[in-house]
């Protein structure tokens, strides 16, 4: 079934490094793609979408591109912030897109 | 405007008891969608209800079981609690039941069984 696939963390960085999660996704037909974001003690938040092969989605100064050809939607941000530590979730829609189907989550911690 | 609300915060039950979650939608979505998310895992999808009627269903045994009110908020009930059920507790609420309109997410019931 459709699925997504997401780098294990947690992934920890200093700030205004370059932040790089990976996502790669099975499904039929080209869904969308999201990513969802989660602050320690919080629920979900949508992060970014992207909802046809090639688009760009971006919030916040983070960017994924969907991408066929390697079946990809990798989140990434130029510097990142202690603010951003939280854990990251990609997601695709599936049983004919009425549900979230979700990554296992990335955790990321950044420090000073 | 208020966004989804979800009570109660936090719950401690005994193996065996019966526990009701309940929602409360952004105002105008009509659709609710209920996740559990163990510790560590992605949210996994337990409902979907819009207008009142049960849209999906994943992959939990009959002993949870949900419902939508005619105001859209909406209650999961889980009987017969297991060590396992504990988890967070997730309801999302959108304007329709297509993933074209975007889930908004509350902050949760923390459900603990002992």
């Known amino acids: 079934g459709d699925s997504v696939t997401q780098m294990e963390g947690p992934v920890t960085l200093s700030e205004e490094a370059f932040l790089t999660i990976n996502c790669t996704y099975t499904?039929?037909?080209?869904?969308?793609l999201f990513w969802y974001v989660q602050y320690p003690g919080e629920g979900l938040q949508l992060l970014l979408k992207?909802?046809?092969?090639?688009d760009k989605g971006s919030n916040k100064g983070f960017e994924a591109t969907y991408r066929k050809e390697t079946t990809s939607f990798h989140l990434e941000k130029g510097s990142v912030q202690v603010s951003d530590s939280a854990v990251y979730f990609c997601?695709?829609?599936?049983?004919?897109?009425?549900?979230?189907?979700f990554g296992t989550g990335t955790q990321l911690k950044v420090e000073l | 405007d208020a966004g989804v609300t979800q009570s109660p915060t936090h719950l401690i039950k005994t193996r065996g008891q019966h526990v009701t979650l309940r929602c409360s939608p952004i105002?105008?979505?009509?659709?609710v969608s209920w996740y559990q998310q163990v510790l560590g895992q992605g949210p996994q999808f337990i409902f979907q209800?819009?207008?009142?009627?049960?849209?999906g269903r994943g992959n939990f045994p009959d002993r949870f079981s949900a419902r939508q009110f005619p105001n859209y908020s909406s209650e999961l009930n889980v009987n017969a609690l297991l060590l396992g059920d504990s988890a967070l507790y997730l309801c999302?609420?959108?304007?329709?039941?297509?993933?074209?309109?975007?889930?908004?997410f509350g902050p949760g019931t923390r459900l603990t069984v002992t």
């Open positions: 999302a609420s959108s304007l329709a039941g297509a993933l074209t309109y975007e889930q908004y």
């Open positions: 499904a039929t037909g080209y869904p969308s």
């Open positions: 992207a909802t046809k092969a090639d």
């Open positions: 997601a695709l829609p599936t049983g004919g897109g009425n549900k979230l189907t």
């Open positions: 105002s105008g979505h009509k659709s």
């Open positions: 209800y819009y207008e009142k009627e049960e849209r």
